[in-house]
């Protein structure tokens, strides 16, 4: 049991801290896109392609199985590695390099750090988020009698506070919460009160209307982790704490805003959240932000200094 238990441990630090260099903030196991403007605060692994809108940043790497194509004066602060070709649209900016094995198509003005590296082998797959997942589904399984039950539909906003609950787990900080779907009225907030580990295992879907914000109380601190059997769609302008962890594929809407919880996870002391499809696409909003923290003193991969 304490072999499992410290192996488990390495896997949630692994998907929270962002801290390695193969461990990325958004994954999918297909394809990936962002709008224009978006911002994405850490690294970027899409099993087959990813393309990004005007002026979108990706303040980390990016590394595909097939193509990358980067829009008019977008910047990416580290490397681009593509199993086939790049495409870097007009006046944009790579700080590192860019390594492709049939392709290099520069737009006019378009910068680099360097070209024609070798391509590596993909530094993230899917297995990881499925073993996450299978983890996360445990808790539940192995704890109903202290997990709490979310009704499908949440018109109102709601605080939800573990000690009043009863919903912690005895002897650790994890609180676990268990939903067959959980579908969200426009502008509600859900407010997650204590210092906390949160994990909501949903079986089926995740959709989040229009401004909904989920949001740590003041004064909180914690991970929270979204582990979802199905698909999860963000609405727009909607923000939302932690990383989610979806089977299917992962949408956020316009000027959506999805970071870490807080400065910290309770268990691990980690940093970062992230999205990962396990199977399908992810997919970010125009002027959406995803990132680690929420704190102005950052460096460039929204990592606490």
């Not at 049991?1 to 896997?11: I, P, Q, T, V």
């Not at 994405?40 to 990004?52: C, F, K, M, S």
């Not at 360097?114 to 983890?135: F, K, L, W």
Request: hydrophobic share 35%.
């Amino acid at each position: 049991m304490l072999k499992r238990n410290l192996a488990l441990l390495g896997l949630i630090m692994s998907l929270s801290s962002h801290a390695a260099t193969d461990t990325p903030l958004l994954f999918g196991n297909t394809y990936i896109s962002t709008g224009d403007s978006a911002e994405v605060y850490g690294d970027i692994v899409a099993n087959t392609y990813l393309v990004t809108g005007a002026d979108a940043i990706v303040k980390g790497n990016i590394q595909t199985g097939t193509a990358v194509t980067t829009g008019a004066n977008g910047d990416v602060g580290g490397d681009i590695k593509a199993s086939t070709a790049i495409t870097l649209g007009a006046s944009s900016a790579v700080d590192g390099t860019v390594c492709y094995d049939t392709t290099l198509t520069r737009g006019a003005g378009s910068t680099t750090g360097g070209y024609n590296c070798p391509e590596s082998t993909m530094t993230y797959n899917r297995d990881q988020v499925i073993a996450a997942q299978d983890y996360y589904n445990g808790l539940t399984t192995e704890l109903t009698d202290v997990s709490n039950h979310i009704e499908p539909t949440m018109p109102l906003s709601v605080i939800l506070n573990p000690f009043n609950d009863s919903a912690n787990i005895t002897g650790t900080n994890t609180v676990v919460y268990d939903a067959v779907s959980l579908t969200t009225a426009a502008g509600i907030t859900l407010t997650l009160n204590g210092d906390y580990d949160w994990v909501f295992n949903i079986r089926d879907m995740l959709s989040l209307g229009a401004g909904t914000k989920i949001v740590l109380a003041n004064g909180s601190n914690g991970s929270v982790t979204w582990n979802i059997g199905g698909y999860a769609s963000i609405g727009a302008h909607a923000e939302i704490v932690g990383t989610i962890l979806a089977n299917g594929y992962i949408s956020t809407g316009l000027s959506s805003k999805i970071t870490a919880a807080g400065a910290y996870s309770v268990s691990t002391q980690s940093y970062c959240g992230g999205l990962f499809s396990a199977t399908s696409y992810v997919t970010i909003g125009a002027s959406s932000t995803v990132r680690c923290v929420q704190d102005e003193d950052e460096n460039s991969f929204g990592m606490p200094r």
